[in-house]
């Protein structure tokens, strides 16, 4: 498979370096130079990973993101100028994946690239695998298939909904701190705030609103099931 990934950045020089670098390792490239021409792309050819630059004309590499966090748990990887460490919460905590501040090595961001599709495309062998299904009151997972159902309906997830869900209903009633979410759902290589984990639990409630998902305050979560021992 070949992946099609989406370059938003308005420095012609950094598209030209950017883009040689990715199609040098096989990947098919699409340059552009305004998030509202990304989001074009987006809605007729979606790349499978957006390199966006964070300071564009007309709408930021914010909104960008924010926009396409709404649709997609598609990869993003963030570039830009600004080193403050506010600036790669927020970047993260929208929705972005990864972080790299310019200067950067093209080496470097393509090594990342490489990691990013390497985590997300982990998938059990297909061959005679048991179906593996996890049951929590009204939440059905079907593990292998990643798919899940609530109150008998298969319902939408991003792949980071799905890994929470997935830990918390494999460990019904264990609280987990928010620094343990952090590494099992953004990987041990993640330095953003642990506000993204507060985040993503607010979008899972608001999907499973009677889901027991319960806030150990000054800990973290966990999921109640008091039928379980």
């Known amino acids: 498979m070949r992946y099609h990934i989406g370059v938003v950045e308005d420095d012609s020089n950094i598209q ?16 552009l130079g305004s998030a509202e021409a990304a989001w074009k792309v ?12 964070i300071m564009l004309p007309g709408m930021d590499g914010y909104e960008f993101c924010r926009k396409i966090r709404n649709e997609s748990e598609v990869p993003i990887v963030i570039i830009s100028a600004k080193d403050e460490e506010i600036d790669k919460i927020l970047g993260l905590e929208l929705g972005g994946d990864d972080y790299l501040t310019k200067p950067f090595s093209p080496r470097e961001l393509v090594a990342r690239v490489k990691r990013l599709f390497k985590r997300i495309n982990q998938s059990p062998v297909a061959e005679e695998v048991t179906q593996e299904k996890i049951k929590v009151d009204d939440l059905l997972i079907y593990k292998n298939d990643r798919r899940i159902f609530w109150d008998n309906r298969e319902q939408e997830v991003t792949t980071k909904e799905f890994d929470m869900l997935l830990i918390f209903a494999e460990n019904v009633n264990r609280a987990f701190s928010r620094e343990e979410l952090l590494v099992k759902v953004w990987g041990d290589d993640y330095f953003g705030s642990d506000r993204a984990v507060d985040d993503l639990v607010k979008r899972i409630r608001k999907k499973f609103a009677t889901l027991p998902l319960e806030t150990v305050w000054g800990y973290g979560y966990r999921l109640r099931n008091e039928e379980a021992h």
């Open 42 to 53: 987006w809605e007729t050819n979606p790349p499978d990973m957006w390199i966006l630059d």
């Open 16 to 31: 030209n370096i950017v883009s040689a670098y990715l199609k040098k390792e096989g990947f098919y490239v699409t340059v």
